[in-house]
């Protein structure tokens, strides 16, 4: 099996398949199992329709169409009635003993010639008669209730039969042509009417033998003829003489009669009739699943490839946004990184032009004799030491806007004495104030307690 391109798993369902089944040949148990798409539940599942004459899934609508069915004569193994082997031929009457007389046997000869093509001539006639519209026609409204009732009545008259295919005539060509089996066609007549319809069902059918090997290797669909689905298939089979067996299977992708049993006959001769015309053509089965086994295989090596290239494409799609992704992501970096240089670009701007302007409100330095001059140390962050005088009623914010505008000073401060520590100005409180901010900002130097000579500390709050 591993030759044969099946995993482990796939061998291990065929295996199980087998058991279940009871179908010798695994490779009939791996085209069914593909058809199933490797479904084990449900091919057993339709494996049992089947062997109860049920339609399978596929089939399960009695509104599915009968493919067309090919009634070629040179593509038939035809049995008549008046073969070896048919008892039809021993209930036609006697021509009696062949004479001894060199007139006897002419007259031997000339009834025995006339008996055969009256024969003959009597089945063509009546072919033609139910061919040619002899019958009314009739309309046929629900062909499974008309199988069905045949089946019942049937098995009330003759208990022991084959299994019955338990669908329409559609139904039944559909699922031999979907399972690749031979579908044999019965079709009946009322045994009352038909000693050798009676003698065939009641001997021939009934036979153990018979049973087991149409049920191991055929569909078996059978009908009344006068029922409407009877009927119908009766017309599009040609009939010349009951009881009628049809063989029909799938030949070069058409569903084509391959065999015509015709007259009673018993069941040593019906098994050899059937086992002739199987062995017969058992080679287009085999040849049809070899070819559908083919094209399930190039199909699934066809859907992997397609999977394999769409997981590939994804992949590929994947991949290109997750780039796509980095570059948005390294392009909102760059263009943050843009907006956060232009700011402090503009935020020195600003400042600039806001020491520019405030340097004229900076008060003018009293001189050093002043009687209410103070000098005041700064000392600012990088260590450098400012001395400057104010006056006593200089606010805080003079101060405030003499450090602003000094080069050395940060940006963003406040203002601090040593000891105690007091804060005396902070931008961060100021702005914070809001409508107290000019409380703040307008006292004197006097109202904070700043006397003659004092020493304050710059702290940078960006640092």
Not at 89 to 98: A, C, E, N
Not at 387 to 406: K, T
Request: with cysteine; aromatic share 8%; glycine share 4%.
């Amino acid at each position: 099996m591993e030759a044969e391109g099946l995993t482990n798993e796939q061998t291990d369902k065929v295996l199980q398949f087998q058991d279940l089944t009871g179908i010798e040949d695994m490779n009939i148990c791996r085209d069914i199992l593909i058809r199933h798409q490797w479904d084990l539940e449900v091919a057993f599942q339709e494996q049992m329709n089947i062997r109860e004459g049920r339609p399978t899934m596929l089939t399960a609508s009695s509104d599915v169409r009968a493919p067309t069915v090919i009634n070629d004569h040179f593509l038939q193994q035809i049995f008549s009635a008046n073969m070896p082997g048919s008892r039809t031929v021993s209930r036609v009457p006697s021509i009696g003993p062949m004479p001894r007389s060199f007139t006897g046997i002419i007259g031997y000869v000339i009834n025995f010639v006339f008996q055969y093509f009256y024969s003959t001539l009597s089945g063509i006639v009546r072919a033609l008669i139910n061919f040619g519209g002899g019958n009314e026609p009739r309309i046929v409204t629900d062909p499974l209730a008309d199988v069905l009732k045949f089946i019942r009545e049937y098995h009330e008259r003759y208990p022991e039969h084959p299994v019955f295919y338990q669908g329409t005539y559609a139904q039944a060509l559909n699922d031999a042509k979907q399972e690749l089996r031979f579908l044999l066609v019965y079709l009946h007549q009322d045994p009352s009417r038909n000693p050798d319809v009676d003698s065939f069902c009641r001997d021939t059918l009934s036979s153990r033998s018979v049973i087991d090997y149409i049920n191991t290797h055929t569909l078996l669909w059978g009908c009344d003829v006068s029922t409407p689905e009877g009927y119908r298939v009766m017309q599009s089979l040609v009939v010349r003489g009951y009881p009628l067996m049809v063989v029909i299977m799938l030949r070069a992708n058409r569903m084509v009669i391959v065999g015509r049993l015709e007259g009673d006959c018993t069941s040593e001769e019906l098994l050899r009739r059937l086992q002739s015309v199987i062995a017969f053509n058992e080679v287009w089965l085999s040849q049809a699943r070899t070819d559908r086994l083919q094209r399930n295989f190039t199909q699934t090596l066809r859907r992997q490839q397609d999977e394999a290239y769409e997981q590939s494409l994804l992949a590929d799609e994947e991949k290109e946004r997750q780039r796509e992704r980095e570059r948005d992501a390294a392009r909102q970096m760059l263009e943050a990184e843009e907006r956060a240089r232009r700011d402090v670009e503009l935020r020195k701007e600003e400042i600039a032009r806001q020491k520019i302007e405030l340097a004229t409100l900076v008060p003018s330095e009293p001189p050093a004799d002043s009687a209410d001059a103070i000098a005041v140390v700064f000392k600012l962050p990088n260590g450098v030491r400012l001395e400057r005088r104010f006056q006593q009623e200089n606010s805080i914010l003079d101060v405030y806007h003499f450090l602003f505008c000094h080069p050395e000073s940060p940006d963003e401060f406040e203002i601090t004495t040593n000891f105690p520590k007091r804060v005396l100005y902070s931008k961060t409180t100021v702005d914070a104030a809001e409508g107290a901010a000019n409380e703040i900002v307008n006292k004197t130097l006097k109202d904070v307690g700043l006397k003659n000579r004092e020493v304050l500390f710059v702290h940078d709050l960006e640092a």
